[in-house]
Antibody, heavy 122, light 111 residues
Framework: QLQLQESGPGLVKPSETLSLTCTVSGGSISSSSYYWGWIRQPPGKGLEWIGSIYYSGSTYYNPSLKSRVTISVDTSKNQFSLKLSSVTAADTAVYYC??????????????WGQGTLVTVSS | QSALTQPASVSGSPGQSITISCTGTSSDVGSYNLVSWYQQHPGKAPKLMIYEGSKRPSGVSNRFSGSKSGNTASLTISGLQAEDEADYYCCSYAGSSTPVVFGGGTKLTVL
């Protein structure tokens, strides 16, 4: 059974860089059948797609966050990562990692991580 | 402000049917058959209920169905059950520069 697990600091200071890693188990991140992505949800609010990556390294970002986001993949560790720079309180959210089947596009998420709350505060 | 517009809340009694709308534009919902719907219970990760407009993943009840007319996609839940009470989000492809846009979410209350 595929599992995705987010890890990283739960507290980040304003203006610093948020860094999260998603570890994939029960399946290979190098599969040509899937994209891997990040989605966030501020407390009490809706979902926002941050961006996604293909195992080859091709990336796709939300235009509203593109200037601050970097998503990378480490196939040797079966992990992919998110970096969000110059964070503010508005970046406080539950961050989910996700799998998108290529055949259905990035609007389809068939597996989600459990989510990790990242709070931006001094 | 979300790219896709959903009603903030809908409600229904057990056994009834409800429909949640998701209104976009000719640049997203209207142009592609790539709308998905997610169910989210409090404190949980979202769950895929419908993809590619009307397809149901394995294990999702056939009480859930998706459709589209023009720039509006819809999720219909028939035979409402208490366990259906949750937040529902639509999601659409909006072109190569913005592959994913979400709706603001709809809270479903089962009376």
């Amino acid at each position: 059974q595929l599992q995705l697990q987010e890890s990283g600091p739960g507290l980040v200071k304003p203006s610093e860089t948020l860094s999260l890693t998603c570890t994939v188990s029960g399946g290979s991140i190098s599969s040509s059948s899937y994209y891997w992505g990040w989605i966030r949800q501020p407390p009490g609010k809706g979902l926002e797609w941050i961006g996604s990556i293909y195992y080859s390294g091709s990336t796709y970002y939300n235009p509203s966050l593109k200037s601050r986001v970097t998503i990378s993949v480490d196939t040797s560790k079966n992990q992919f990562s998110l970096k969000l720079s110059s964070v503010t309180a508005a970046d406080t959210a539950v961050y989910y990692c996700a799998r998108h089947p290529v055949a259905s596009g990035m609007t389809t998420v068939d597996y989600w991580g459990q989510g990790t709350l990242v709070t931006v505060s001094s | 402000q979300s790219a896709l517009t959903q009603p903030a809340s809908v409600s229904g009694s057990p056994g009834q049917s409800i429909t949640i709308s998701c209104t976009g534009t000719s640049s997203d919902v209207g142009s592609y058959n790539l709308v998905s719907w997610y169910q989210q219970h409090p404190g949980k990760a979202p769950k895929l209920m419908i993809y590619e407009g009307s397809k149901r993943p394995s294990g999702v009840s056939n009480r859930f169905s998706g459709s589209k007319s023009g720039n509006t996609a819809s999720l219909t839940i028939s035979g409402l059950q208490a366990e259906d009470e949750a937040d529902y989000y639509c999601c659409s492809y909006a072109g190569s520069s913005t592959p994913v846009v979400f709706g603001g979410g709809t809270k479903l209350t089962v009376l």
